[in-house]
């Protein structure tokens, strides 16, 4: 007879999570588990609101009558806390643990949205997106540090957290714009803030460990900086190393992200090959559909980045992966030009490359950083890549205004062009 199967014996203080979008094969404890369902929905939530709000920027522009420099003022004001309250986030992740932050971003942004359901004019529209940003900036810090400190399966935890992110990405647009055929701007930004809200009761509720993945020696699992004093002194020793090109990347690839998609469905809107198609008295936009296209693409891209971490070194693939991107800016509209085909594969590809780097640099951050301060090193990536990076919004709008898109695009090539020359230096080094 063969001997019966060994019982499996279930450790009940381990936390489950119901997240089932975590595939089963993927062979992780039960910790790793719920911490990655638990950043899977609250990435998606974060990006859902940041992609949503370029799309509300279309009606706004028409309803308030504002120029696109002023509007991209105001917007990269609520985009530019978003990366500025990175830092703080990041400290306070240190000090009072990811999943509290967790549940106030998600709180935060659901309330801010329901704020911005009631804003009548551009100003009160301003201090929505400011309350939206403040409550965002916490959460890329307090999210990751959680990841590298709590998941053993690091790099396919990154994967799955970029994938929930774009999904988000490529749901913010197509929701909004699906929504908008229907009903009103208002009673949209109200329905999108009921998930969040959600999920910051799912996120008070759970119990995870946050420092699993660490070692057992004291001085991995502790860290935080208690005092100005300490917080210099671990800045020093952060920016006095190899990081210093580590944020470089990061605020290059802030400055292309916001660059480029901020005002991207108002220039496509503009291509013959995009015009507006009446359907039952309703005005479809098919260039809304081309946007959430291409970031639908980037859920590839940030699995496909997630797993290039463990098969290649990370600064190699970055320098790669933004010389591509400078290429494709350059590219941008002579694809434009060329038929819906070529411009179709083109925006796939950007689409691709555009979020295959955000695994590869947030796994790059915990290369070049300690466990001990691994939030605060976050705060300051995403100080670089949302607060610095913001002012793409910015910069966008003003060459859009006095000069041309095809300036606009030579600009994201060479910013590019740094990022893919500081990896270079990395991956030599």
């Known amino acids: 007879m063969f001997p019966p199967p060994p019982v499996r014996i279930l450790d009940s203080r381990k936390p489950v999570s119901f997240w089932c979008v975590i595939p089963h094969r993927w062979h992780v404890n039960s910790n790793d588990r719920a911490i990655v369902g638990l950043v899977m929905i609250s990435h998606a939530m974060v990006h859902t609101y940041e992609l949503s709000i370029p799309i509300f920027m279309t009606v706004w522009l028409d309803l308030f009558e504002i120029s696109p420099g002023r509007l991209g003022l105001v917007v990269s004001a609520g985009y530019a806390l978003f990366g500025l309250g990175a830092l703080p986030g990041g400290v ?9 932050l967790i549940a106030v971003a998600l709180f935060g942004m659901g309330g801010s949205f329901v704020a911005l359901s009631l804003s009548p004019s551009i100003p009160v529209i301003a201090v929505s997106l400011l309350l939206w940003g403040s409550a965002a900036s916490v959460y890329h810090p307090s999210g990751l540090s959680l990841i590298s400190t709590g998941v053993d399966a690091r790099g396919d935890a990154f994967a799955f957290h970029g994938m929930a992110g774009n999904a988000g990405i490529a749901f913010g647009p197509l929701a909004t714009t699906l929504l908008l055929l229907f009903t009103d701007w208002h009673l949209v930004a109200l329905v999108l803030a009921v998930p969040a809200l959600l999920a910051g009761a799912y996120a008070l509720r759970l119990r995870i460990d946050e420092s699993a993945a660490v070692s057992d020696d004291a001085d991995d699992k502790t860290g935080g900086v208690s005092s100005l004093a300490e917080f210099v002194a671990e800045s020093k020793l952060l920016f006095f190393g190899p990081f210093v090109a580590v944020f470089g990347i ?10 480029v998609l901020t005002f991207l469905p108002e220039m496509i809107a503009e291509f013959p090959m995009f015009e507006p198609i009446q359907i039952a008295n309703r005005a479809l936009e098919p260039s809304r559909y081309f946007y959430s296209g291409l970031l639908m693409v980037g859920i590839a891209g940030q ?20 010389g591509v991107l400078a290429l494709l800016a350059l590219a941008f509209l002579p694809a434009s030009n060329a038929g819906l085909i070529p411009f179709l594969v083109l925006g796939a590809l950007l689409g691709f490359f555009l979020f295959v780097v955000q695994p590869l640099y947030q796994a790059t951050v915990a290369e070049y950083s300690p466990a001990g301060t691994r939030g605060l090193s976050y705060g300051y990536t995403y100080l670089g890549t949302f607060g610095i990076g913001a002012s793409g919004a910015a910069i966008a709008g003003g060459v859009l205004e006095f000069f041309s898109p095809g300036v606009l695009f030579f600009v994201l090539a060479g910013i590019a062009l740094v990022a893919a020359i500081l990896g270079a230096v990395l991956s030599f080094r």
């Open 303 to 322: 699995y496909v980045g997630g797993k290039l971490t463990k098969r290649m070194p990370t600064e190699r693939a970055i320098a790669i992966a933004f």
């Open 92 to 100: 306070l992740a240190d000090v009072l643990g990811s999943r509290r």
């Open 250 to 259: 990061v605020m290059a690839s802030g400055l292309y992200y916001r660059g």
